[in-house]
């Protein structure tokens, strides 16, 4: 059995919620409104009060205010609302250890910040998406680590993390992360994103959402904080950067973001 196949098997999840098919089902409707996502998270109180939660996160810029479901909707919309919601369901449904859950949820969190906040600077990047996809980008490690749990390395140096996975998995976190989703139904922006957030050159479509989250990814690395993982801010990143017109004044901002969310993220899966 290859790696493909052992995770096209994980779609059995037990642990996958009950409304996550209503979940992509709304990610997938334009039309979708937040009446139509209230309802389903409604049913979720775990989701409802970690939705609430991150909402306060300085990422979003309404620290402290944000009190009830619906003042979170009503503030951050329907698309960084089902962004969240489809993010925490698909972490909360691994049943890894909480310290790694609570590990990988800081870097993809701040990676998914990251990615949303550079979205606004990127012309054709849609906030939600790009938000999604800086969530769900490193969602192949806890793949790996899920079907591999004595194989897979989880602290390991930058640079040897893709290469490793492939000699010993045929397959990278990155394809692993995409193969996943791809049979989730997740629009393909967002799997793309994450299955080239280590390799933008390689990429032919959904460029400008996937280099939000290539962006993000590397940024973890040269700004000083506790949720970088596995990702490296190469010459190719920065050459890519400028092209997009984005330099150091973006990336003190960002720095300044991210370091006021740590504590935050320290409590949100309350480990
Ligand atoms: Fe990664
Ligand atoms: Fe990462």
């Known amino acids: 059995m ?5 995770i096209t098997s994980l779609h059995t ?11 992509i089902s709304v990610l997938n409707d334009e039309q ?20 609430v939660s991150v909402a306060n996160s300085p990422g979003f810029g309404y620290t402290g205010y944000i009190n009830s479901l619906e003042q979170a909707m009503l503030l951050l ?34 990676v998914g910040t990251m990615s949303s906040l550079l979205s606004r600077k990127i ?16 969602i192949g490690r806890i793949i790996l680590l899920t079907l591999f749990p004595d194989g897979y ?3 390991q140096d930058p640079e040897a993390i893709v290469p490793t996975e492939i000699e010993r ?9 995409h193969h996943f989703l791809k049979n989730l139904y997740v629009p393909d922006e ?17 460029r400008d959402i996937i280099a939000c989250v290539y962006f993000a990814e590397g940024l973890m690395q040269i700004l000083n904080t506790a949720f970088g993982g596995d990702g490296l801010w190469t010459d190719n990143h920065l050459n890519l950067f400028t092209v997009y017109g984005l330099g150091s004044k973006e990336i003190d901002e960002l720095a300044a973001i991210v370091a006021s969310q740590e504590a935050e993220l320290m409590s949100f899966f309350k480990i």
């Open 77 to 110: 919309g329907v698309d960084l609302i089902r962004s969240l919601s489809i993010g925490i369901s698909i972490f909360q449904s691994f049943p890894l250890p909480p310290t790694v859950l609570k590990q990988m949820w800081a870097h993809a969190y701040s």
């Open 123 to 138: 012309a054709n990047a849609d906030r939600g998406v790009a938000f999604l996809g800086g969530l769900l980008h490193d």
């Open 32 to 51: 979708a409104s937040l009446r139509d996502l209230e309802e389903i998270i409604r049913h979720d109180q775990s989701l409802a009060a970690r939705i």
């Open 13 to 23: 999840l037990p642990t996958l919620p009950a409304n996550f098919a209503r979940l």
């Open 2 to 6: 290859t790696t493909f196949d052992r």
């Open 190 to 206: 967002v799997s793309e994103s994450v299955l080239y957030h280590h390799s933008i050159d390689m990429s032919n479509q959904h």
């Open 169 to 177: 998995f045929q397959c990278s976190h990155a394809e692993a992360g």
């Open 153 to 155: 390395s989880f602290r």
